[in-house]
Each structure stands twice: as structure tokens, then as C-alpha cells.
């Protein structure tokens, strides 16, 4: 006896559910340049590599005689693939059925999806186009009732950011528990003027008399901006493409170390250039991702993070050929001060970097935290202090080089407390609790009044502690380790990355990164 009938059953039903929400909503969601859930997937992963979990998971109608009619597979489709011949897990809403709402969808899927990757320490990529999980207000009407508010199986979420890389793909308008998931990634992306993200869409915005479309209030310029996703792009494509590379520079999970990659760049490159790159005039600024693109092997650079707390760029590199965590001020913004947002960005990046056990090298020009009223309202120290807390706690291998400014407690803000961390400056660098400038008419305010020649005493005095905050005289009392010629700083960070790889340690860190 043959089981051939009940496996053409399961194939109909596999086969129904290729379908999604039937070909008009399909042609809806193709008509807003978006594609398919399905779809999305497929070019995501290596080809034929999607091994799907739950297909025939779903909604069935049957006749009278308990015979199929017609059936609906569940709006969150997931199970493993491939990418670039790695094992990923990958889930994804289905917007062509109940606009991916998760009150739509089947919960237990949803959990199986976190719990497949957190228990086989495999990335997961989620692939967001969906609403929140409460339910929508007609549901209160199909169940007789309204829920208590719980999102079940978020410890599976709080765990995952400890342990594996999560990356979030916003793709459609997410809200609720969608924003949820897109927010609680380490990396996130948005695709332009298509994706919108909020906590309640426009219908409920209104009802409090603020009456915005969907990119006024969750369009990709407000989320980049104010930090709650990472990176916006311009097409789908470019999305995917986006999640491979972030995911290319960390390992599976904890459990494991990233590997060498092997480069052809060498290791002892120098650029003539690097001994002009910092400005003689202090008041001049620079741009500081030619000098980071200089420095690393070539093409390596992966910035995360970019419109928000502008004043210090991060992304990883490979230095040669090993994945590191960057950190470089810009002048560009805020003269390289830490703002609050600037404090928060470090502080979840240099969790990201210590989850993942990858090195951290900081170029540092940081003038000190942003002063007035408006950090003052923003809460900048605390801010700080917090950023700096995490900088004190990371146990991973650390590299400081001070390239120009590092000031007051944002400045000490370069390196932890209570531990070895290589670091180095340029003869650029100039240091101390405070800058000179606008304090020495200050300090010096009765020797410049009563000179007979105000201005020439100022700049008399200005010589005279210019030499006096000489780095080579900090070097001469070893408060600074070493004075380097900025040509050979490549060489020394590829020496740093080298010796920094056998001492990596895997598993869980002692503070868990928290969305």
C-alpha cells in the first residue's frame, strides 16, 4: 500500500500556499514596487536553498465531506536557507494576507523561528512588512472580547541579542509589534520612500491631532535621524545586499570567532598623504572616512549607523583580513563632540563589538561632550557616563589612537580604566582637561589688561603653553605610551588585529547587548 495519495494532499496544499493572499493582492503589493514575501526570500539566499518550516501551516476550508476547498497558508513564512554557502534562518511576513498583522498569523511560528536559530546559534534575518500583535479593532468583534497586552516569546528576542546576529529588514510599513522586531536587531535597514516605521500608523496619529503621512511620521529620514534603524537604501536588492555584508564580518553566534579572510592588500601600506591629513589650524576641519578607508584593507569599510549621533563614525573593517569594530570622531559634526545621540551610538556599538567578541580600535578627536542648553536638556552627561560605563566594561581588545583633540571626560572616554589597551597618537594630538582656546583670555585676563600691547601678550602666552602642551612633552613623562608617524599607523593596526586574534575568547559576555 502506497502513501502517494496523502503526500499529493500535502503538495496541493504546499501548492495553495505558494499563492499567498491570491493574485489580486499579489498584483497590489508588485503595483507599490514591492515584492512578495516569497520572493523576497528567493533573493535573499543561494538558489534552492530555502528549506521552509510550516508551509502547510495555515487556514483550510473544507466541504461536507471533510474534502479540501480551498486553503491559506499562514502570513509569516521562515525555515533555513543559505547565504553565500552559510546557514542563516530566515522569516518574513506576508503582507498579501492581513497586511502581515501578527494577530493574522499563527503565534507559534513566530517562536519556532527565534527558538530554530537561537538553539542551532545561527544569524537569523527578519524580514518585516507587518503590524502589531494585539490584534486589529475588528478582532475584538471575531473573538467576543479584548486582550490583555503581552507580546509571548520575547525572551526568545532578549536572548537572540546576546548570542546571535539578528538582522532586521524593513521592507513595507511596520508598526507595533513589526517596529518592535525592526527596532531589536543589531543591524536594520529601511528601503526609501517605500518603508515607514512607527509605534501607531497615520488613522491613529490623527486622533491626536497631528495628521501626517506615512514618511512625515516613519519615513526613513525620521528613523535614521533619530537612531531607531540603522541604514536606508534605495532599492530591495540593495537591502539584501546590505544584510550579507553586515552579517560577512561576524561570526554564527558567541559560541563561535570570525575567521581571517584572506587579502591581498598588504599589511605594510603607507600613504604619504596621512602626514598632512590633520590640519595645522585647529579651527580646520577634515574628513575623516578617506583616512579610515586609508587605513583599513581596501574596500572593507562597512559604516553603520550614519545619520545618527553624527560626530562619531562606526562600522566594521578588515584589518588584514581580520573582522574589527571602528570608531572614528568627525570633526564635520559638532566639531567630534559626544552629543546624546552620539553617546548612545557608541554605547550600542561597542556592546555589538563585545557580544561578538571583535576588536574595537578608536580614532579619537573628541573635543569633550556638546556644551549648552540644548545637551543639557537632551541629558547629554548622563548619556555619557552611560557610553563611557560600556567603554569600561568591554573585555575585548582594544586600540586608541589620538589623531587630534582629546579633552575633558568625553576625552577620557578613548580607553577603559582597569585593563591594557594599546594605544598610540599623532603628532597631531593635543590633550588635556580643557581646550586652550577661550580659556587662556580667561585664565591670563590681569597679565593681558595690564600689557601695554593686549594682543601681542595673548600671543605671547599662546606660544608659550603651545609648547608646554607639546604631546612630545606628555610622551617625555609617559602619559602618552608612544608618538607615531601617522604613515605607519596602517601597519600597526593590521599588528594590533593579528595579535588581537588569538586572544578572543567565545561565549556570552557579562553584559548581554540589549536592543
Not at 522586531?181 to 500608523?201: E, P, Q, R, W
Not at 528613523?223 to 553586515?246: M, N, P
Not at 552629543?339 to 580600535?361: G, M, N, R, S, W
Request: aromatic share 8%.
Amino acid at each position: 500500500m502506497s502513501w502517494k495519495k496523502e503526500l499529493e494532499e500535502k503538495v496541493k496544499r504546499e501548492k495553495l500556499s505558494e499563492k499567498l493572499g491570491g493574485s489580486e493582492r499579489v498584483k497590489r503589493q508588485h503595483d507599490s514596487g514591492r515584492y512578495t514575501v516569497r520572493e523576497r526570500i528567493h533573493l535573499l539566499t543561494d538558489k534552492n536553498s530555502f528549506q521552509e518550516v510550516g508551509k502547510i501551516a495555515g487556514k483550510a476550508i473544507y466541504d461536507d465531506n471533510n474534502d479540501l476547498i480551498d486553503f491559506k497558508g499562514s502570513n509569516f513564512i521562515f525555515g533555513k536557507a543559505k547565504i553565500d554557502g552559510r546557514t542563516i534562518i530566515v522569516g518574513g511576513d506576508d503582507f498579501t494576507l492581513r497586511g502581515g498583522s501578527a494577530d493574522a498569523s499563527i503565534k507559534e511560528k513566530h517562536h519556532k523561528c527565534e527558538e530554530m536559530a537561537l538553539s542551532l546559534k545561527l544569524p537569523l534575518i527578519r524580514i518585516v512588512e507587518g503590524s502589531g500583535g494585539g490584534g486589529s479593532v475588528k478582532t475584538i468583534e471575531t473573538t467576543g472580547r479584548a486582550n490583555v497586552p503581552e507580546v509571548e516569546g520575547w525572551d526568545l528576542v532578549v536572548k537572540s541579542m546576546g548570542t546571535i546576529p539578528r538582522v532586521a529588514l524593513g521592507l513595507g510599513s511596520v508598526a507595533g509589534l513589526g517596529a518592535a522586531h525592526l527596532a531589536s536587531s543589531h543591524y536594520s535597514v529601511m528601503v526609501k520612500d517605500k518603508s515607514a516605521m512607527f509605534v501607531a500608523g497615520p488613522p491613529v496619529v490623527a486622533q491626536i491631532g497631528q495628521n501626517l503621512t506615512k514618511n512625515e511620521l516613519g519615513g526613513y529620514k525620521i528613523q535614521l535621524k533619530s537612531g531607531a534603524v540603522d541604514d536606508a537604501v534605495d532599492t530591495e536588492e540593495e537591502a539584501f545586499e546590505a544584510a550579507k555584508k553586515f552579517l560577512s564580518y561576524l561570526p554564527n553566534s558567541i559560541n563561535e570567532l570570525t575567521e581571517q579572510i584572506k587579502t591581498e592588500d598588504n599589511s605594510n601600506r603607507s600613504a604619504e598623504w596621512l602626514i598632512e591629513a590633520i590640519p595645522k589650524d585647529i579651527k580646520s576641519v577634515y574628513k575623516i572616512r578617506p583616512i579610515i578607508e586609508e587605513l583599513v584593507d581596501k574596500g572593507s569599510f562597512f559604516e553603520i549607523s550614519k545619520e545618527f549621533g553624527k560626530s562619531v563614525v562606526t562600522g566594521f573593517c578588515r584589518l588584514n583580513g581580520w573582522s574589527i569594530a571602528l570608531m572614528a570622531s568627525d570633526p564635520y559634526s559638532y566639531g567630534g563632540c559626544w552629543t546624546a545621540e552620539t553617546c548612545k551610538k557608541v554605547q550600542k556599538f561597542v556592546d555589538l563589538a563585545e557580544t561578538f567578541h571583535l576588536p574595537i580600535i578608536y580614532l579619537v578627536d573628541c573635543p569633550g561632550f556638546q556644551v549648552g542648553l540644548d545637551a543639557e536638556k537632551k541629558g547629554t552627561i548622563k548619556e555619557g557616563v552611560r557610553a563611557m560605563s560600556a567603554i569600561w566594561q568591554t573585555k575585548t581588545p582594544w586600540m586608541s589612537i589620538i589623531i587630534r583633540n582629546c579633552f575633558g571626560v568625553a576625552g577620557a572616554a578613548h580607553k577603559r580604566g582597569s585593563s591594557f589597551i594599546t594605544r598610540y597618537a599623532w603628532p597631531s594630538a593635543r590633550w588635556g582637561s580643557l581646550p586652550l582656546e577661550g580659556g587662556i583670555e580667561a585664565a591670563y585676563r590681569k597679565d593681558i589688561e595690564n600689557s601695554s600691547n593686549p594682543k601681542k601678550e595673548l600671543e605671547k602666552i599662546n606660544i608659550r603653553l603651545n609648547k608646554l602642551r607639546s604631546p612630545l612633552r606628555t610622551a617625555e613623562s609617559f602619559w602618552i605610551e608612544e608618538i607615531i608617524d601617522p604613515r605607519n599607523t596602517r601597519e600597526l593596526m593590521c599588528e594590533f588585529a593579528d595579535l588581537s586574534a588569538p586572544l578572543r575568547t567565545t561565549g556570552l559576555t557579562h553584559r548581554t547587548m540589549r536592543p
